[in-house]
């Protein structure tokens, strides 16, 4: 194998170009499966295939909930907001509730109510 021989993505398949290898401890990433990433994903350089692979299933479920997240209510701070869907029981904190938004993340209010009264006091 070459210096300058050509790579091939783990996740995608794809070929890597020159200058488009991002490292992963048991194999190479592209550049466009790691802007895919959350931007709270921290540890990419220290990361196997199948973690990248359950971060990028992660996101597409949580890119669904947003679409499917309907705010009942609204609790604004100067900040950040904190919208909740009790027709699901969800909640997320975030700027804005947008799906190109990389931070928006769903969670569940039934398993954090303690965080959900705490907020609402």
């Known amino acids: 194998m070459g210096l300058f021989d050509k790579k091939i993505c783990d996740i995608c398949g794809e070929k890597i170009g020159l200058l488009g290898n991002r490292k992963l401890d048991d194999g190479n990433l592209c550049k466009d499966c790691a802007k895919k990433l959350s931007p709270w994903f921290e ?3 220290h990361s196997t295939v199948e973690d990248i692979k359950r971060q990028l299933e992660y996101r ?3 890119k669904k909930a947003v679409m499917d997240f309907c705010i009942t209510r609204q609790i604004n701070t100067r900040n950040y ?3 909740i869907d009790d027709n699901k029981g969800n909640f997320t904190v975030a700027r804005k509730l947008n799906i190109l938004f990389s931070d928006t993340r769903v969670a569940t209010y039934f398993h954090h109510r303690f965080l959900m009264i705490s907020l609402l006091l």
Do not use: I
């Open 43 to 45: 540890e990419r350089r």
């Open 60 to 62: 597409e479920k949580n």
């Open 81 to 83: 907001n904190v919208f």
